[in-house]
Each structure stands twice: as C-alpha cells, then as structure tokens.
C-alpha cells in the first residue's frame, strides 16, 4: 500500500486545528495551554543545588531586588486592650522585585514575627530591614526575582511596632490582620498576599486566617501553632514550659528602658498565672473560657477563612507537636476536617523535628527513634520548587494547579503519596493488654501502680508472624485505671518489642480521661477509661516483632502531676485495649526524595 504524504498529512491537521479554532464560539476563550512541572516522583532524576544552606530553584528568575522600603501606619486597638494604648503602629520593611519599575502589579509573600530585634540589648536578632537568615533569605533568594514582593512585619510590641506585646492574643491578631490588608492594598500589590514562616513564625498565620482577610490567599505553616492551650498541654498533662511561656517571650522582645511600659497589657499579668493555675487547678482552671480560648486560631480561621493552605510539620517536633496539625475535637482532626470543608490542601509531613523540609543543618543530630531512621532521607532539596509551584498558582495566578495531596515519610525515611493523612482506607488492628504480660509495683495487691517512681511495662507478644505492619495515623490506648486522688497522670511510650526502637507516645492527666480540654472531677477508687491517643505516628513494625509500652507519670518534657506522689493510680492491663490504624501499600506512590 501507498505510504501517505507526511508534509501532507501534518498540513491538513494544522488546517482542521485552525478550523476548529475559527468554528468556535467566539464568545468563549480557548483553554489555556498550561507547561507542566517535573513530577514529584520524577524530581529525584534532576540536578538539585546543594551547597548552600537551604534549597534553590531549579530555574533563577529574570528580576532583581530593589532597595529595601519600610513603612509604618496606625491602627485604631481601642477595642483589644483594657488599658493599653487606643491606637498603636504596625512597622514592616518589604523588597519589590524590578517588574514593578515598570507598572507590573505583583504578589506579597510576608514573614510576621516577634523575633525581628529580638533578645537582650547588645545580642538582639537582626531587625525587619536586614533579610533575616535561615528564613528570610529562603524567600527573598528563590522569588524575589521571580517577581514575588517580600515583606518582613514586626506584630505589635517588638522592634519598631508599638502597643502592647499581646502574645497570640486578640491585640496581636489585629496587628498582623491589618498588616495583611497593607500589603495587599498597596498600588504595586496585585492583592494576593501569602504568609510563610516556622513555629511563632506559623502561628502569625493562623492569626491572621482567623480574621478572614480577602487579600489572604494561602498560608504555609511550618509547625505553625494553631492554638495556645494544646501546644501546652495535651489531655491536661502540662509541657515544663508552660508555666513561664508567656513571661519569657515578654523578657526577650522589651528594650529594657522606659518605652517598656508600653507594651504591658493586662494579658501580660494574666499569662503569667494562667500556667500554674491550668497546671494545679485542673476542672477548676478560670483561664480555659478566657485566656486560652483567645489563643485558639484555627478553629476561627475555618470558620472565617476561606484560603489555601500548605501544611508542613515534622513528625517528631516536641516542640510543635504534631496534634497541632491531627487535633481537633475529639474524634476528629483538622487536617481533614478543612479538606472535608472544602479547602485546598497540600502537605508535607517528615520525620524531623522543630525545623524546615529542606535545612539538612538542622535535621543533623537526630537520635534514634526520633527521627535517625529516617535521616539518609529526611532533606527535601525540592522544597524550593515544590513552594514555587504551590505559590505561582495562588499568588501568581499562573501555571498548572499543584495537586492537593499528602507527602508523608515513614520513619524508616521512605517517603509516599496519599491523597490525606491520616489514610482513610486503613484497617484497625486491635491488640488485648489482656495477652500481654506485664510487671510493675503492685502496692496493697491488685492492680500495679503508676506514679510515685512506679512504672509498668506491658510487653506483647507479635502482632504478626507473617508480614510488616505499617502503622499509620493515631493509635488510641484505652486504659483502664483506677486513681487514689482527684489527679494523677500516665505516659506511654511505645517500643519495638524486639530492638526496643521508640514509635511514639501518649499522654494524659486522668481528670481529662474523656480526652481533649474538659477536665472532670474523678472520685478516688472509681474505675475510669482513659482514652488515649498517641501522637500522629507513621512507622513500621516487622514481621514477628510484638509491642512494648512502658508507662509512667512523666516522660521527656512534660511535667509530673501537680499532686506529686499523692495521685498514684492502679492501672488494670487486662481491662485496657490497644488500636491501631494499619495500611497496605504497593509501592506505586513511593517518592525518592531528592
């Protein structure tokens, strides 16, 4: 047969191209044609910059940074503060990129912190209008020239913002929130402003979400706290630093010269009792409906917000601790409570602690069961360009849509896809203590006790002979307990019966036996369930390997019951159950990481 005549060929498929394109309804544009990004799963084939501090582009922008410019502008806080000053200025720096010399409008992304001439006189950080390190450089290196805009805020109290230092509280987030509407109003602003930063850094976010402010396009929350209360207390057991939190920020942002009487506030007065009082008074705390509830942003900002969010927590941060992200009311998490609402959510979720995806200085160190594992694996040299897709879609309105999905590293450092964390298509796998054995102080007879210098260990036989079970999401420990006072706490970790390999743990103070931040009274010898939940754990336990649980009234950086060694409680192994969310993968979302 004939061969057909390519040049031909193509002509005519250019010609019914074009045909088509004049046939169509003239009232309706053509679909964009729309460049694609290198998969995630395909990044690891690139060439990634790995000499510097933090991660690079892959492609440097055509802009550079014009001269730094600072502004300041008054804010009516007659409202927030009972006797701080009515009004109180916002002081913020910013850095266009060179596009706007020549009318371009363009997108803000801010860093809204406390930490801009920060600490005692003589060894203070630098202020908002040197690029900060670690962070600042980040955004200003990688998107500046991409014809981003880069703000860096001081919130109200610190360096030159005026009015009190109002720590998370309603006087700072109407700060940040008018911040965000500066920004995003400005002749040189296309309206879209987008938040970054870490830990205070990320809570700003929040604070700013929790007001709703339509220039507010997405946030990225790098173990961002999102509400005060359960950073600092999980199930009622109290962090060491919750007793001086407020009071130790306060010390560090204050001059040290007359000025400092500005930024007092009742809030200060009121923080510096509201620690000891939620840690001694349990059901009786009058700081919850008050000084806490404040403090909680993301709750407000789900209700008030309607932005995009890119979710970044360490799996092993202690200091942000991954509930912030998987808490919520009790039996459900934020996480997916905002993907159920309809928000449009991206995460990344990694096996280090308090620190950025791509900072390999500050993942180094790690010790084992804490993150070691997963080391080799842990730095995400992508971050940069990961962000860069994230922000050119919703501040730049630009380019394809970043598909809104899950990257979770397991703890032996293999990283995978979902489509949300916690999976929901896990099993549960239920464990009886009852089968476990189990050895402590068993004071009077009866049940063992924890508390006083009395631990238990419950050592379970394996869970599967056969294959590897991967747990993944928030197993819960139903444990049966019996106090002697109206107080008392249990800390579990959870081992690898076999290599001893710490997976995770819990905490609870018995009068918050139901979970979340309603205490209860407990009557002494009353048997009680102590619904516990371990933080968020993605980890593997091998074939033939069992469980340990070691409990006892303390553990890493939570403080013992405020009772002391009155509150012992008998605990009943054999009445008490262990869940577990398990999945099964087939290694078709795996993910080399860079």
Request: glycine share 10%.
């Amino acid at each position: 047969m004939k061969q057909p005549n390519l040049s031909f060929t193509i002509a005519v498929i250019l010609f019914i191209a074009t045909l088509s394109g004049c046939l169509q309804n003239p009232e309706e544009d053509p679909l964009p044609i729309e460049e694609e990004y290198v998969s995630v799963k395909d990044r690891h084939l690139l060439d990634w910059d790995k000499t510097g501090s933090h991660s690079i582009l892959l492609e440097s922008g055509p802009h550079t940074a014009l001269e730094v410019q600072e502004a300041t502008f008054s804010v009516d806080t007659s409202s927030v503060w009972e006797t701080g000053p009515s009004t109180s200025e916002v002081h913020l720096s910013f850095w266009l990129p060179s596009n706007t010399l020549e009318g371009e409008k363009v997108p803000v992304i801010a860093i809204i912190s406390p930490y801009f001439s920060y600490g005692q006189p003589g060894s203070e950080s630098s202020p908002t209008n040197v690029v900060s390190s670690g962070r600042g450089e980040f955004i200003f290196e990688n998107f500046v020239p991409h014809g981003y805009a880069f703000a860096q805020v001081a919130v109200f109290g610190t360096e030159e913002s005026s009015g009190c230092f109002d720590y998370r509280g309603d006087g700072e987030g109407l700060g940040i929130h008018s911040a965000v509407e500066w920004l995003g109003s400005q002749e040189w602003s296309n309206g879209n402003v987008g938040l970054y930063g870490k830990s205070y850094e990320g809570a700003t976010q929040w604070e700013a979400a929790a007001l709703g402010s339509e220039y507010l396009k997405t946030i990225v929350p790098i173990s961002g706290t999102t509400a005060l209360h359960p950073l600092l207390y999980k199930n009622g057991s109290a962090e060491a630093r919750s007793q001086i939190m407020h009071m130790n920020y306060f010390s560090s942002t204050v001059d040290y010269d007359e000025d400092d009487f500005d930024n007092v506030c009742p809030d200060i007065v009121e923080g510096f009792f509201a620690g000891p009082v939620t840690y001694g008074a349990g059901e009786f705390d009058p700081y919850m409906g008050n000084y806490y509830d404040e403090r909680s942003h993301i709750d407000r900002a789900y209700s008030n917000w309607n932005g995009s969010i890119y979710w970044v927590q360490g799996m092993q941060d202690w200091n942000v601790d991954p509930h912030q992200v998987f808490g919520g009311p009790p039996g459900t998490n934020w996480y997916q409570s905002f993907i159920d609402a309809g928000f449009e959510i991206r995460g990344m979720l990694g096996q280090w602690g308090h620190h950025y995806p791509d900072q390999v200085n500050s993942h180094d160190g790690v010790d084992s069961g804490y993150g070691y594992e997963a080391f080799e694996n842990m730095t995400r040299w992508d971050w940069a360009q990961d962000l860069f897709e994230w922000f050119e879609y919703y501040l730049q309105e630009r380019g394809p849509k970043p598909k809104l999905m899950t990257q979770i590293q397991r703890n032996d450092g293999e990283w995978r896809i979902e489509q949300t964390w916690p999976p929901e298509d896990a099993d549960l796998f239920t464990l009886e203590l009852g089968s476990c054995n189990y050895d402590g102080v068993f004071v009077g007879g009866g049940a063992p006790v924890v508390g006083g210098g009395q631990t238990i260990t419950v050592e379970c036989p394996p869970l599967d002979e056969l294959r590897d079970l991967h747990i993944s999401g928030l197993p819960t420990l139903h444990l049966s307990a019996v106090p002697t006072f109206d107080g008392g706490q249990v800390f579990v970790e959870m081992q690898d019966a076999v290599t001893g390999l710490r997976l995770g743990h819990a905490t609870m103070d018995v009068r918050y036996h139901a979970g979340g931040s309603e205490p209860q009274t407990v009557i002494p010898g009353s048997e009680v369930i102590m619904m516990m939940e371990f933080q968020a754990i993605d980890a593997l336990l091998p074939a033939g390997h069992g469980l340990r649980f070691v409990l006892s009234d303390q553990g890493e950086d939570y403080l013992a019951p405020a009772c002391g060694n009155l509150c012992t409680l008998h605990v009943l192994p054999s009445l008490s159950t262990f869940q577990t969310p398990i999945i099964s993968r087939d290694g078709s979302q795996t993910i080399i990481a860079p």
